[in-house]
């Protein structure tokens, strides 16, 4: 495999000055597939060959050549041109990376405010009332892996808590349920989120059973007097849970006229 082929082979994003944690993991586990995150970590010197080498010799010193120019090849493709500019003179792969890393990653104090930061967004979440389970919990683990990115420790316990807590009042009988049945304490984030989704879906499938009952009624009775005002009235029951629930447009007054 030619270095061309290498650094085009699933090269992980390319770094613009943001976001330097998610890069870097990214950036070490590319160099190591390709076997080239030795060249970078260490920075090995190797010898310079005897006066008449063997051909093993041979192969192994252009081995851990190419190796340290394919490492520092793939750096220089995985940053935008901005920063290529800043590390162009650096002689190794390691400088390269050295660089990077502490000119982007901050020190103790500016990554603990960022933490500090993160996780008054995490706590100032609130469920909306148009949010299904799934997508909340999947914002609230987005925001939690920021932190864990620099390096800090977070439980998807707290994020159990966060669910519980915030969630809208339909859910409450559900989580009346699972407190009678497990305990809330050592429930894993995966299985609140499935239990919850569960509810969602038998609540959908209900709803869609009152809309098809309310639209079959419309359709046998199409006279007058109470009972189109009873049919009336029921599907704007029914209408109206249906939005709740969906979050969709009104439904148009001519379904029932």
């Not at 120019?69 to 400088?95: H, P, Q, W």
């Not at 008054?120 to 909306?128: C, P, T």
């Not at 098809?212 to 109206?240: L, M, P, S, V």
Request: aromatic residues 8%; glycine residues 4%.
């Amino acid at each position: 495999m030619d270095s061309e082929s290498i650094i085009s082979h699933g090269s992980p994003l390319i770094f613009n000055g943001e976001n330097y944690e998610t890069w870097a993991i990214k950036m070490t586990i590319h160099l190591e597939a390709l076997d080239l995150w030795e060249a970078v970590e260490e920075n090995y010197i190797f010898p310079d060959l005897p006066a008449n080498p063997t051909v093993t010799q041979l192969k192994i010193h252009k081995e851990k050549k190419t190796r340290k120019s394919k490492a520092k090849a793939c750096l220089y493709a995985a940053v935008s041109n901005t920063i290529f500019t800043r590390i162009m003179n650096l002689e190794s792969a390691k400088g390269i990376w050295d660089y990077l890393k502490k000119e982007y990653q901050g020190n103790e104090r500016t990554k603990n405010m960022q933490v500090l930061n993160i996780i008054r967004e995490f706590e100032m979440q609130k469920m909306k009332e148009t949010e299904n389970i799934k997508d909340y919990a999947d914002k609230l683990l987005s925001i939690i892996n920021k932190v864990r990115l620099l390096g800090k420790e977070f439980s998807d316990d707290r994020i159990v808590q966060k669910i519980l807590v915030t969630m809208p009042e339909k859910y409450e009988s559900k989580i009346s349920s699972l407190e009678e049945s497990k305990d809330l304490t050592n429930i894993s984030l995966r299985e609140l989120v499935n239990a919850l989704e569960a509810q969602e879906q038998r609540r959908l499938m209900r709803l869609e059973e009152s809309m098809q009952g309310a639209f079959q009624a419309r359709a046998q009775y199409q006279g007058g007097g109470k009972e189109k005002r009873f049919n009336k009235k029921r599907f704007k029951i029914i209408e109206t849970r249906w939005k709740h629930f969906h979050h969709v447009p009104t439904v148009k007054k001519q379904i029932i006229s």
